[in-house]
């Protein structure tokens, strides 16, 4: 696992499923492998799927209480 950070001077978006997004979009641009974005949030998933980024949507049956959405 790698720790990336923002750029000095990155500004987030209004809009926190929309900086979600576009960080996993960054990181897929830097990545060795490949780069999945995982969440149980549909606000989320569909701005990501609208970029062609791969997403995996959780269902219930899949949460805890220690499971946040990653990326």
Do not use: C, W
Not at 37 to 60: F, W
Request: glycine letters at 4%; hydrophobic letters at 40%.
């Amino acid at each position: 696992m790698e720790l990336l950070t923002d750029n000095p001077g990155h500004v987030r978006f209004p809009d926190e499923d929309d900086e979600i997004v576009e960080r996993a979009l960054a990181t897929y641009a830097v990545a060795a492998g490949p780069v999945q974005l995982v969440t149980y949030d549909t606000g989320t998933t569909m701005p990501a799927r609208s970029v062609k980024l791969p997403v995996l949507k959780l269902t219930a049956r899949f949460r805890s209480a220690q499971t946040h959405a990653v990326i």
